[in-house]
C-alpha cells in the first residue's frame, strides 16, 4: 500500500529554520506531483506548496512565499519543504500529498491529493 512518512517537525523560535521530508513508499514516486499543506489548531486544512513531478515547476500560497521552499529527490523517494524565516502563524501540523492522477503537473486544490501522510507538528515560538 502507498505509505506516506514525513518527519523534521519541531519547535523552533520566531526568525528561525526547519527542514520537512517526507518519503513515499508504494507506487512509483516520480510519476507523481506531490504537495504540502498545513492545517493549525481549530483551523481548516489549506495549501502550502506543490511541485511538479520532475521538480521543473512549483507553486506557493501567499503566506509562504518567498520563505519556504519545495523541492523533491525522485531518487530517494523524498520530497522537502524548507522553511525558513517561520513566524508563530506558521504553527501546524504539516502533511504531504501526492496526487491521484500522474496528468496532475501541480495543483493548490487537496482534492488532487488521493494519499497522505500522517502529518508532523511545527510550533514556532515568538
Known amino acids: 500500500q502507498v505509505q506516506l512518512v514525513e518527519s523534521g517537525g519541531g519547535l523552533v523560535q520566531a526568525g528561525g529554520s526547519l527542514r520537512l521530508s517526507c518519503v513515499m513508499s508504494g507506487r512509483t514516486f516520480g510519476n507523481y506531483a506531490m504537495g504540502w499543506f498545513r492545517q493549525a489548531r481549530g483551523k481548516e486544512r489549506e495549501f502550502v506548496a506543490t511541485?511538479?513531478?520532475?521538480?521543473?515547476?512549483?507553486d506557493y500560497a501567499d503566506s509562504v512565499k518567498g520563505r519556504f521552499t519545495i523541492s523533491r529527490d525522485n531518487a530517494k523517494n523524498t520530497v522537502y519543504l524548507q522553511m525558513n524565516i517561520v513566524q508563530p502563524e506558521d504553527t501546524a501540523v504539516y502533511y504531504c500529498?501526492?496526487?491521484?492522477?500522474?496528468?496532475?503537473?501541480?495543483?493548490?486544490?487537496?482534492?488532487?491529493?488521493?494519499?497522505w501522510g500522517q502529518g508532523t507538528q511545527v510550533t514556532v515560538s515568538s
Open positions: 511541485i511538479s513531478w520532475n521538480g521543473g515547476n512549483a
Open positions: 500529498a501526492s496526487a491521484r492522477s500522474i496528468l496532475t503537473a501541480i495543483s493548490r486544490h487537496a482534492s488532487e491529493f488521493g494519499f
